[in-house]
């Protein structure tokens, strides 16, 4: 199985903050990768997918670039709704794997 | 828009069977460009793929739970079920069903999510 690792695996940010997270691939997957966001209760939502492409109706402040083995997810200017889980997953073979999640807190 | 529900018992007795059915609402679940999916999250932890069906009913389950698990596909009803056999309390997770788009370039993500329910296995 592909192991995705995230880091940091928490950080605290403030409101307006530009916000990096970094997810890396134990082989290469090429871009197949996608970010989601997660709030507790809610269903996982796609942000990213394909590495850089941005899912419709996601903000541009969210944005993701990377391909082979290491990815980022940048927020831009961090919002009040954008405090949540965020997960990595590749698709590049099966089994499809997750990150183990970054949590985004308030500071 | 398509909307997934999962429903099924949210508590189950250990070496039993957990059965849950996702209801696709809002598109038809035999649309050629999706995989429709199980996906598991354990308390505190992260996500965990189980496998997916193809709407013709070719699966793919993780081999890490591939000997216990069974996903099938009701095209008539427009729905999708997970079968998990002999269940410990190491299966006690958030359930969700969700669906897996696939476009050109062998891209997969998962744009639909139903809200998750919870499993509990307990005596």
């Known amino acids: 199985d592909i192991q995705m690792t995230q880091s940091p695996s928490s950080l605290s940010a403030s409101v307006g903050d530009r916000v990096t997270i970094t997810c890396r691939a134990s082989?290469?997957?090429?871009?197949?990768l996608n970010w989601y966001q997660h709030k507790p209760g809610k269903a996982p939502k796609l942000l990213i997918y394909?590495?850089?492409s941005l899912q419709s109706g996601v903000p541009s402040r969210f944005s993701g670039s990377g391909s082979g083995t290491d990815f980022t997810l940048t927020i831009s200017s961090l919002q009040p709704e954008d405090f949540a889980t965020y997960y990595c997953e590749q698709t590049y073979s099966t089994p499809w794997t997750f990150g183990q999640g970054t949590k985004v807190e308030i500071k | 828009q398509v909307q997934l529900q999962e429903s099924g018992p949210g508590l189950v007795k250990p070496s039993q069977i957990l059965s849950l059915t996702c209801n696709v609402s809002g598109g038809s679940i035999s649309r050629s460009d999706y995989y429709w999916s199980w996906i598991r999250q354990h308390p505190g932890k992260g996500l965990e793929w189980i496998g997916y069906?193809?709407?013709?009913?070719?699966?793919y389950y993780n081999p890490s739970l591939k000997s216990r698990t069974t996903i099938s596909v009701d095209t008539s009803k427009n729905q999708f079920s997970l079968k998990v056999s002999s269940v410990t309390a190491a299966d006690t997770a958030v359930y969700y069903c969700?669906?897996?788009?696939?476009?050109?370039?062998?891209?997969?993500?998962?744009?639909?999510w139903g809200q998750g329910t919870l499993v509990t296995v307990s005596s």
């Open positions: 082989q290469s997957i090429n871009i197949y």
């Open positions: 394909a590495a850089s």
């Open positions: 969700a669906g897996a788009r696939y476009t050109y370039g062998q891209k997969y993500f998962f744009d639909y």
């Open positions: 069906i193809y709407y013709s009913g070719s699966t």
